[in-house]
Structures are given as structure tokens and as C-alpha cells.
């Protein structure tokens, strides 16, 4: 199994920057890539941003394509979510979650899940 933190949200007005992360434990060699996805109250879960466990390559929803920007520290088994310009319509729930597979976006090919961390961007 892989065990998952988050950390680093919080209130933040918009234009500002926010950065999160996410610490693995536990069966770390599993992991093939790491994502951040999102939930707003009453929205279904949205993917974020991937990174790839060893390659490093990234990819981003447009929705932030410009704006976050996804990072690994392999040594410290922690991914990285910075967070520039945020809008109140980035308000939600992050999470954190690993794969198995490569190059996915859907949550249903994440296996491990985090607790979540609010951010909450105020207008």
C-alpha cells in the first residue's frame, strides 16, 4: 500500500499563490505516476495535473495550463503543486493520488488517494 499527505492548503485572495504537497509512504516503488485532482462543493471530482514517477513528464487540464505547475522530489517521495493566479473557481477539495499506469487522467486508474487539503480562493 501507499500512504498519502497532504499539505499546504489554505485561504488565499485571488491573483495569489498557494503551493501544496503531497508525501508517499509505504510501497513508493509501485508508483508510476502521481496526480492532483479537485472537488467543489457539488462538482464532480476534476483531474488537475500528472507527473511521471521517474520520466518527470507532466500534463495539465486547461482549466490551470499556465497557472499550477507540477513538481517531484524523488529523494523525499513528495510531489509538488504550485499554484499561481488562482481564482475563486479554483476553491475545492486537492487530493493527491498515485497510479500504476502511465499518461492517465481518470481517477479510476488511480489507486491510492490522500485525505485532501482545502484551498479556498477568496474574490
Known amino acids: 500500500q501507499v500512504q498519502l499527505v497532504e499539505s499546504g492548503g489554505g485561504l488565499v485572495q485571488a491573483g495569489g499563490s498557494l503551493r501544496l504537497s503531497c508525501a508517499a509512504s509505504?510501497?513508493?516503488?509501485?508508483?508510476?505516476?502521481m496526480g492532483w485532482f479537485r472537488q467543489a462543493p457539488g462538482k464532480e471530482r476534476e483531474f488537475v495535473a500528472r507527473?511521471?514517477?521517474?520520466?518527470?513528464?507532466?500534463y495539465y487540464a486547461d482549466s490551470v495550463k499556465g497557472r499550477f505547475t507540477i513538481s517531484r522530489d524523488n529523494a523525499k517521495n513528495t510531489v509538488y503543486l504550485q499554484m499561481n493566479s488562482l481564482k475563486p473557481e479554483d476553491t475545492a477539495v486537492y487530493s493527491c493520488?498515485?497510479?500504476?499506469?502511465?499518461?492517465?487522467?481518470?481517477?479510476?486508474?488511480?489507486?491510492?488517494w490522500g485525505q485532501g487539503t482545502q484551498v479556498t480562493v477568496s474574490s
Open positions: 509505504g510501497r513508493t516503488s509501485s508508483i508510476n505516476v
Open positions: 493520488a498515485t497510479s500504476r499506469s502511465s499518461y492517465v487522467n481518470s481517477a479510476r486508474w488511480f489507486d491510492y
Open positions: 507527473i511521471g514517477w521517474t520520466g518527470g513528464a507532466t
